[in-house]
């Protein structure tokens, strides 16, 4: 018997009995749809915070911390560097140091306090540091701010009233009015060393403005200086990158060449992993978002793996609605069964005639499930942030996506859909084959 | 053309440990030749039905072995039987057992979609048979909708659709009245006579067992007479 007639059969066989399919159908498209939706759940807050993940950070930036020598970890020196850089699919390394106390920068009436780093800045921009405004320093006191520097640079008062209540942010009028590119400002460091107190003044010209950071909630407001300040600074104070309060029997005796921060960024997205591993294997110590990304998605994996199974059993349920249709409909066909036997039917051929009725109420129910499962979740991207606003008062991140359809689900559901509708009709489908010629024709069964 | 050779066969009535044994057919052994009709007659419950299903494949024996042509069919599988059935065996039953929610045409037409004919040989050779026995302006009724004696032309039919070289039937004329009796009967000997088809018929109505070349007598499950051609 050739498939094209079998469909035929099945066809006419359905229009028979067509609610009772209908309701089969609608069951099994529930059953869909709520794995779908469910797992849907899985895959949009994994999509959200992966996103979230991506863009808070630079994807092909690796952190490292040190190097792990005899189970203890030393900062890394410029010998690192270079092997850093040396690294296959490396496009830049970054490294800064932090001036360890916090400087106070003066511009006529104004004033600010900022964190304070030296960087290497061929590389900074090999990474990919952009300014909004100016250049890069080529002298040595020469610096450039961040974006939010000048926010923070204001009217030298006690005044609490300079302070904006609801923000705490400095009131506009009271911040440095004008652009900050070719201004001097002065640096006044602090001294704190065995009894001897007292401040140095350095003098810089803003030469760049950073770009603002990719996340409208993170601020800028640091200064990087040259490396001769820095030794400036250093020299004055006594101590390492100008640390106050310290015990002079604790000095370093040698932090030359040691960094604070070393970034490494790899050429593309897929190097990132070459290079990571290859820094763990070296003992470095090192934070790259793959990694993280790594235990997102495995974190996410086993929760849409829980949310699937748990919207199987819904399938599951629905496949109960098939079996007892296919029982039934086997009943009320035995004596045609009986018939197409006694003429000569194969019993295989009845067999994949059941089989395949049960697969097409799968499939049409999958069909259904799905478009519901698509229409359910547009209606909750679109309704969800505003009932839970209206409910809690609480503004959700921007972005954030409830539900998402992958391709991937959608072939999960119909194949876990399919494979539960054919497995339920395989019983009805084994008894039709079973069925009794001649009690069939005789009616008796 | 069929050989049954030593048949016996007994239905077992009952339930487990409690089993009584009923003996149907006893020590049967009789041929019937390519081309000939013939009718096995016998009193209601002497087993005649029986012989008839146990040559159709529909049970199978307790002892003894059906030839037909050259294969012997006790040893078929229920895959092979119904292959074979399709292929080489036209029925004819009492109660016509066509497909109520199929059409003349579609009850016709269901060996062919069995053996898996294309749909345009299906067409020709459907209304073909349907022409042959007169029932070309009914192809589209329902077997609700046709009188016994067209029912009967309809099973006709689709036994003979696939031109199976045997034809097995079952009191043919059992729910006809006497008139479209005579003209089924007439119908049979013109087929046997044209086209050379085996008729084995079981039938009680010895106007009926008439129509054939030889007729077999079965007894309380016994072969009275008739075994040789």
């Not at chain 1, 059953?31 to 779908?36: P, V």
């Not at chain 1, 001294?191 to 003044?201: A, K, P």
């Not at chain 1, 019993?347 to 499962?373: C, D, M, N, R």
Request: proline fraction near 3%.
């Amino acid at each position: 018997m050739k498939w094209k007639d079998q469909f035929r059969f099945i066809r006419q066989n359905i229009k028979k009995n067509k609610v009772r399919t209908m309701m089969t159908i609608l069951a099994t498209a529930m059953g869909c749809a709520f794995l779908i939706v469910l797992a849907s759940v899985g895959y949009g807050l994994q999509e959200s915070v992966v996103k979230d993940t991506l863009e808070q950070q630079v994807v092909t930036e690796i952190d490292i911390y040190g190097f792990e020598e005899e189970g203890e970890y030393r900062s890394l020196t410029m010998d690192d560097i270079d092997y850093l850089e040396s690294i296959d699919g490396v496009k830049a390394v970054t490294r800064r140091n932090q001036v360890r106390q916090i400087p106070m920068y003066m511009l006529e009436e104004y004033k600010a306090e900022a964190m304070t780093y030296v960087t290497h800045f061929p590389s900074e921009v090999e990474a990919g540091l952009k300014l909004q405004d100016g250049r890069m320093p080529e002298k040595e006191n020469e610096v450039i701010v961040g974006s939010h520097f000048r926010n923070y640079l204001s009217v030298n008062t006690d005044d609490e009233n300079i302070y904006d209540e609801e923000t705490g942010e400095v009131k506009e009028e009271y911040i440095y009015p004008d652009d900050l590119v070719g201004k001097t400002i002065n640096m006044e460091v602090r001294q704190d060393l065995e009894g001897e107190n007292g401040t140095h003044t350095i003098s810089l010209t803003v030469v760049g403005v950073l770009q603002e950071p990719s996340r409208e909630w993170m601020q800028d407001q640091n200064v990087y200086i040259s490396e001769s300040v820095y030794n400036e600074i250093e020299e004055f104070t006594g101590t390492p990158g100008g640390e106050l309060g310290i015990d002079p029997g604790n000095l370093e005796t040698d932090t030359t060449d040691t960094f604070d921060e070393v970034h490494v960024y790899a050429k593309n997205l897929e190097k990132v992993q070459g290079i990571a591993d290859k820094l763990e294997e070296n003992n470095y110590a090192i934070y790259s978002v793959v990694n993280e990304m790594e235990q997102i998605n495995m974190l996410f994996t086993i929760a849409k793996a829980g949310l699937i199974l748990v919207g199987t059993i819904a399938i599951v349920i629905a496949s109960i609605g098939i079996y007892n249709t296919m029982t039934m409909a086997v009943t009320e066909r035995a004596p045609d069964i009986g018939i197409m036997k006694a003429i000569g039917a194969n019993p295989k051929t009845i067999k994949q005639i059941f089989v395949l009725e049960s697969s097409y109420i799968g499939i049409i129910g999958a069909i259904i499930g799905t478009i519901v499962a698509y229409l359910i979740s547009v209606l909750v991207n679109i309704g969800l942030p505003f009932i839970i606003e209206m409910a809690f008062e609480d503004e959700l991140p921007e972005g954030l996506q409830f539900s998402a359809i992958p391709p991937s689900l959608v072939f999960i559901a119909v194949g876990i859909c399919l494979f539960v509708t054919i497995l339920s009709g395989m019983r009805p489908a084994k008894r039709a084959t079973q069925i009794d010629v001649l009690k069939a024709m005789r009616r008796e069964i | 053309m069929i050989t049954v050779q030593k048949l016996n066969h007994h239905f077992e009535l009952g339930k487990k440990g409690n089993k009584t044994i009923l003996p149907v057919l006893k020590d049967i052994s009789f041929q019937v030749e390519k081309g000939e009709i013939v009718s096995v007659v016998g009193k209601s419950g002497s087993g005649k039905s029986t012989l008839l299903n146990l040559i159709s494949g529909f049970i199978h024996p307790t002892e003894g072995e059906i030839l037909i042509g050259d294969q012997r069919v006790t040893d078929f599988s229920e895959t092979k039987f119904a292959d074979f059935r399709l292929k080489h065996m036209g029925f004819i039953f009492q109660s016509f057992q066509l497909i109520p929610s199929m059409t003349a045409f579609q009850n016709i037409e269901l060996p062919l979609i069995l053996k898996g004919e294309s749909e345009s040989s299906r067409e020709q050779r459907t209304l073909e048979m349907l022409n042959k026995v007169g029932l070309e302006s009914f192809k589209d009724h329902y077997p609700s909708e046709l009188s016994g004696g067209q029912q009967q032309r309809v099973s006709i039919a689709r036994a003979l659709v696939l031109e199976p070289p045997l034809i097995l039937a079952d009191e043919p004329t059992g729910s006809l009245d006497s008139e479209t009796e005579a003209e089924l009967l007439t119908f049979i000997k013109q087929l046997n006579t044209e086209l050379g088809v085996t008729f084995l018929i079981i039938t009680h109505d010895e106007e009926v067992a008439r129509i054939g070349h030889r007729t077999i007598t079965i007894r309380d499950g016994q072969l009275i007479e008739g075994a040789d051609a």
